[in-house]
């Protein structure tokens, strides 16, 4: 079993960022691949960004390139997510999720195997 824990959500201004953190703990994390979702009220489970954990090879939604940079540390087996230039629409729970099999495609949350509690980020306008 793998357990994931977000933090790093909040409330936070329009224009400005937000670093959030995945914390994995359990057996040996080494997924195959680590993403990061979002859900609004109302609205589906939306993909953000991925990483291919062994090659570090890195994927994210074109609502959100050049804004949102997904990075991991290897050694605290954490997986984050800085988000720049923040807007009202990026206000959601914010979800890491970790698959331990081939998955595609990579923006389906039903081919995750594990999920964290999700954090709540909220940008005021």
């Known amino acids: 079993q793998v357990q994931l824990v977000e933090s790093g959500g909040g409330l936070v201004q329009a224009g400005g960022s937000l670093r959030l953190s995945c914390a994995a703990s359990?057996?040996?994390?080494?997924?195959?691949?680590v993403g990061w979702f979002r859900q609004a009220p109302g609205k589906e489970r939306e993909f953000i960004a991925a990483m291919r954990w062994s090659a570090g090879i890195t994927y994210s939604t074109d609502s959100v390139k050049g804004r949102f940079t997904i990075s991991r540390d290897n050694a605290k087996n954490t997986v984050y997510l800085q988000m720049n230039s923040l807007k009202p629409e990026d206000t959601a729970v914010y979800y890491c999720a970790a698959a331990y099999g081939t998955i595609q495609p990579m923006g389906v949350p039903g081919g995750y195997d594990y999920w964290g509690q999700g954090t709540q980020v909220t940008v005021s306008s």
């Open positions: 359990g057996r040996t994390f080494s997924p195959y691949i």
